[in-house]
T-cell receptor, first 114, second 112 residues
Framework: AQSVTQLGSHVSVSEGALVLLRCNYS??????LFWYVQYPNQGLQLLLK??????LVKGINGFEAEFKKSETSFHLTKPSAHMSDAAEYFC????????????FGTGTRLTIIP | SAVISQKPSRDICQRGTSLTIQCQVD?????MFWYRQQPGQSLTLIAT?????????ESGFVIDKFPISRPNLTFSTLTVSNMSPEDSSIYLC?????????FGSGTRLTVV
């Protein structure tokens, strides 16, 4: 069975600083990995996805993530944090793209310090 | 990617009653997924609904409590039955496809 672990339930960064949100996966088969963002009182929005093409994936709002098989990681980064990035971020995994359930991590709440 | 219309967006219900949540998709999809997000928590899959077959429930979720209908390839409902305050959560539907997974905007349920 596949799973993801998000290290750090709460992360605070200063405006303009690097954002790094950690996600490690466990899967017996090549995984498909996703990052979603959830703004307060809103639904889930896809930031980016890894589908075994390029290991460095660029998403919306300046976010990107790198798939590292040797480290079983898919960390989310953004070079410069904006106040509007404050939200909950979820990493998710599946082993059959579009056809099987997504398994979500526990989430990381990102706070931006002015 | 698919667009999902989910309703109601929120509701406040009395304990012991039932609420039916609807999801309408703008294209035909094989699989629909229903998730629960308890306050301050991540998303947990309730069940997977394929058109023309019984829904498949995850451990800890039962059909009597969360009956699901999937009458065609663009529509599904989830009913939360005999509600208690512990059912207060956000319920989301989702569909998979070529571009990934799309989520409805969620139903915020409060049981009083």
């Amino acid at each position: 069975a596949q799973s993801v672990t998000q290290l750090g339930s709460h992360v605070s960064v200063s405006e303009g600083a690097l954002v790094l949100l950690r996600c490690n996966y466990s899967s017996s088969v090549p995984p498909y990995l996703f990052w979603y963002v959830q703004y307060p009182n809103q639904g889930l929005q896809l930031l980016l996805k890894y589908t075994s093409a390029a290991t460095l994936v660029k998403g919306i709002n300046g976010f990107e993530a790198e798939f590292k098989k040797s480290e079983t990681s898919f960390h989310l980064t953004k070079p410069s944090a904006h106040m509007s990035d404050a939200a909950e971020y979820f990493c998710a995994v599946t082993f059959s793209f579009g056809n099987e359930k997504l398994t979500f991590g526990t989430g990381t709440r990102l706070t931006i310090i002015p | 990617s698919a667009v999902i219309s989910q309703k109601p967006s929120r509701d406040i219900c009395q304990r012991g009653t039932s609420l039916t949540i609807q999801c309408q998709v703008d294209s035909q999809v094989t699989m629909m997924f229903w998730y629960r997000q308890q306050p301050g928590q991540s998303l947990t899959l309730i069940a997977t609904a394929n058109q023309g077959s019984e829904a498949t429930y995850e451990s800890g979720f039962v059909i009597d409590k969360f009956p699901i209908s999937r009458p065609n390839l663009t529509f599904s409902t989830l009913t939360v039955s005999n509600m208690s305050p512990e059912d207060s959560s956000i319920y989301l539907c989702s569909v998979g496809g070529y571009y990934g997974y799309t989520f409805g905007s969620g139903t915020r349920l409060t049981v009083v």
